[in-house]
């Protein structure tokens, strides 16, 4: 069976060799980059399974390259910071990366995200059987196998947690989900301060499925309680 190819990108040598280390003790096969123009070069030439970024880069920082990467592709990405702030996890989240960790953290921590975001994003390219197929609401529909959803007749371009966050919602209709429950599920970790990380996604997934984002036909919020899509799709 073919390597999967981890693409991380560093401007510190040690973290980058560091990461390499436990991404190949893994099984895994991994590429370095000292900066996001190095990175985006690579992704150009190489075939990337999952994106490491370190936001803070000489030449094009992880927030540019992020960008320009989620302009044509839905490989997963996981960011690097040394800043804790909410706003620097939110920025990063917000220019479709898929996680985010604070310098310093646990290299095994890092396998097993990697790990957990491969499995999901496999499972929704191949299909999964119990549930392949397309789900429609409305002017809404996705494709559970081949992980395409279109609005309006327009497709639309997903990161893999926000399709998984859609998907649960579609395969689910009128089943409210607590931003805790929807963590937890789609990112199959336990909850812990993580309330901003889903509203992001929610955000974005409407900015891109809803004609008027303000106003959600699709993804309602039932406030105090989280988040829910009708069977039908409702004005107001």
Known sequence: MEKETILVADDEKEIRELIAIYLNNEGYRAILATNGMEALELLQRESIDLIILDIMMPKLDGIQACLKIREDRNVPIIMLSAKSQDFDKILGLDTGADDYMTKPFNPLELVARVRSLLRRHHRLRHGD????????????????????VFASGKEVKLTPKEFAILELFMSNRGMIFSVERIYEKVWNDSFYNAENTVMVHIRKIREKIEVNPRKPQYIKTVWGVGYKIENEKKNG
Do not use: Q
């Not at 059987?129 to 395409?148: F, K, Y």
């Open 129 to 148: 059987p119990s549930r392949a197929g397309v789900i429609e609401i409305d002017d809404l529909s996705i494709n559970t196998a081949t992980h395409e």
